[in-house]
């Protein structure tokens, strides 16, 4: 599975940015797709994240500003970020994952490459 992230960069607070990540290879099994990030100094965590039926999660530092969307025949996750501040700086990673159905557990979890997002006046 390979993960084309894009869609970073540099925006004022209160500004937006929208963050798409494009998935190939053997995604036929691929349940979860979302969004991680990590902040300098700081563990990685995740943002949201979208099963393949549509249900979401987010941190609850981002409910009500951020959106992730998926779309299943093109294997593409969208991140759109809104309001946003300065703490949502931040390395922003896709990750694909196949959990098991009723434990969740993951079985198989890909990255794509990071993409910066900076938020700053």
């Known amino acids: 599975v390979q993960l084309l992230a894009s869609g970073g960069g540099l925006v004022q607070p209160g500004g937006s940015l929208r963050l798409s990540c494009a998935a190939s290879?053997?995604?036929?099994?691929?349940?979860?797709m979302g969004w991680y990030r990590q902040a300098p100094g700081k563990q990685r965590e995740l943002v949201a994240e979208?099963?393949?039926?549509?249900?979401?999660n987010y941190v609850d530092s981002v409910k009500g500003r951020f959106t992730i969307s998926r779309d299943n025949a093109k294997n593409t996750v969208d991140l759109q970020m809104n309001s946003l501040k300065p703490e949502d700086t931040a390395v922003y990673y896709c990750?694909?994952?196949?959990?098991?159905?009723?434990?969740?557990?993951?079985?198989?979890?890909?990255w794509g490459q990071g993409t910066l997002v900076t938020v700053s006046s």
């Open positions: 290879g053997s995604i036929f099994s691929i349940n979860y």
């Open positions: 990750n694909v994952q196949r959990r098991q159905l009723i434990t969740l557990a993951p079985i198989e979890t890909y």
């Open positions: 979208i099963t393949t039926g549509g249900n979401t």
